[in-house]
Structures are given as structure tokens and as C-alpha cells.
């Protein structure tokens, strides 16, 4: 048995070199030349590769102006993310960084450019496109209302809400924004619930900015329970008990359903540990 795998592999050996000289001879008919080796990369891969270079090179000014804005910068950052964008002009982090650095300075024409770029063209950020992201749609909402364009910021809510399925977020599927009777309010608090409940697209969350955002969603919708709940969330993790038991108890008087109950557990939960530290007190 063994004597005869190895004559069946001598066979399969010759196979394969017979085939390959009658491919080689076949070649030599045509009289074509032999392609050489770079004539195997297609057109679309250099392309590719050649994009990827480009994004190489204008990441450190990228991130020369992250630690600008850091500082408070925010004129030099846009510099360095336009000198970026230069180089590539379709990385999604320098537009919305780039965004966010005329929203700082007040430029909020230019900042709306920036999310146009992002939510209506190709640019790509974490592997794919970001024009359907929801952190960017809303605040690109938050910075049309800021520059009064109100008709397009409800077009832009729209566009988030239509895709929620696909987003799969809790506060657009409770808000519907009536195109032809906007309510600005509800807009505006809805985009900051979002922004206050989901983590920033590019970076870690900045706690003080979340809360920042439920905050102004909770008092532009004071009777909106789940801004509410989701303050009390923030407030809590942020160490401020009693200012989280506060928005849990309106959370439990406007809510029903699931959210009564889960506003009720967390008011209970903090009620209990505010006892048992007054109690473990000498």
C-alpha cells in the first residue's frame, strides 16, 4: 500500500509538469511577452493603495490638531485638519474633527460643509462610509439649527429616522418630526439625546459632554421621560446621586411600561445605598 501512494504521487508530480510546459509552450505561440510581475496588480488595486498612502500621510496632522483642539487651539486645529484634507480629502475624522473646531469658533457655515462632505459624499472613516452614522447626522442637525437651517435639518432627522431599523437606536425610533409642522424643540432635544446616550463617532466618550447634551434634552423636553432616565444614568455615573434620584423620580411619574419600572429599580437601588452610607457612618 505504501509503494503504491508513493508511485500514485510520482504520477500526480508528472502530471502537474506536463501541464505546466504545455501552458509555457502555449504561451510561447501566442507571441505575446510574458507579462512581468507589475502587470499582475490591477488598476483598481494601485488606486487603492495609492488612497491608503495618501491617508497615511495626513494622519499626524490629524492628530497634531486633536491635541491643538485639546488645548483649546481650535483655529490652529482647523488649520492642520484643512492642511489634512489636503492630502486626503475623503478621511471622515478630519471633516468632523474639522467640523467640530468651527463649531468651537462659531463658523457654523463652514462647520455644515464639513458634515455635508461626510453625510452626502464618500468619505470613509473605521472602514466604511459614515454617512449613515447617527452621531454625525446629529450634529450636523444641532448645526443647521444653530445657523437657521431649519428645512434642512428636518430633512437630515429624516434621513436618520428612515435608516433607524439599520441604526437600530431607541431615541430616533421614538421621535417623528412632522416635515410639513416641524417642532424645533423636539428636534433639537431629540439630536441631543442621541449625542447625550451614544458614544462620539471618532474617540472615547467625554463624559462632561454627554451629560451636557442630556442635560439640554431634558429642558427642551422637561416632560420626555426617557431624557429623564437617561440624565439620571449620566448623573449617576457622573457621582451625583442626588441629582440622579431627582431625574429617576420624574422619569417614574412621566414614564409607563418598561421605563416606569426600570426609573423605579434605579431610584430604589440609590435610595438603598444612600441609607446604608449614612448608616456606616460613625
Known amino acids: 500500500m505504501k509503494l503504491f501512494h508513493t508511485m500514485l504521487g510520482v ?7 506536463v501541464a505546466a510546459l504545455a501552458c509555457l509552450q502555449q504561451d510561447g505561440h501566442s507571441g505575446s511577452p510574458r507579462p512581468r510581475d507589475n502587470d499582475h496588480m490591477s488598476k483598481g488595486w494601485q488606486a487603492a493603495q495609492a488612497e491608503a498612502e495618501k491617508q497615511e500621510r495626513a494622519r499626524p496632522l490629524v492628530r497634531q490638531g486633536e491635541q491643538a483642539a485639546a488645548k483649546g487651539r481650535h483655529a490652529e486645529a482647523e488649520s492642520l485638519y484643512r492642511k489634512a484634507l489636503a492630502i486626503y480629502p475623503h478621511d471622515a475624522a478630519a471633516l468632523l474633527h474639522l ?31 459614515m454617512n449613515s452614522d447617527p452621531t454625525t447626522r446629529m450634529r450636523y442637525v444641532l448645526a443647521l439649527l444653530r445657523n437657521g437651517n431649519t ?18 437606536h431607541k431615541p430616533l425610533l421614538e421621535v417623528t418630526i412632522d416635515p410639513d409642522h416641524p417642532d424645533m424643540a423636539l428636534l433639537e432635544g431629540a439630536a441631543h439625546l442621541v449625542l447625550g446616550t451614544r458614544s462620539p463617532t471618532f474617540g472615547p466618550p467625554v463624559a462632561a459632554e454627554q451629560l451636557a447634551h442630556l442635560k ?19 448623573l449617576e455615573k457622573a457621582g451625583q446621586p442626588a441629582a440622579a434620584r431627582t431625574a429617576y423620580r420624574k422619569a417614574m411619574a412621566l414614564a409607563d411600561g418598561d421605563l416606569k419600572e426600570q426609573a423605579k429599580d434605579a431610584n430604589r437601588r440609590l435610595s438603598e445605598a444612600t441609607a446604608a452610607r449614612a448608616f456606616a457612618k460613625p
Open 99 to 129: 467640523a467640530g473646531a468651527c463649531e468651537r469658533e462659531g463658523k457654523y457655515g463652514e462647520a455644515i460643509k464639513a458634515y455635508r462632505e461626510v453625510v452626502y459624499s464618500n468619505a470613509t472613516g473605521w472602514g466604511g462610509s
Open 151 to 168: 428645512e434642512e435639518a428636518v430633512t437630515v432627522y429624516g434621513m436618520a429616522n428612515r435608516d433607524v431599523i439599520r441604526i437600530d
Open 216 to 234: 439640554a434634552a431634558m429642558s427642551l423636553q422637561p416632560r420626555w421621560a426617557l431624557a429623564q432616565f437617561r440624565c439620571g444614568q449620566a
Open 11 to 17: 504520477v500526480l508530480i508528472l502530471c502537474a509538469a
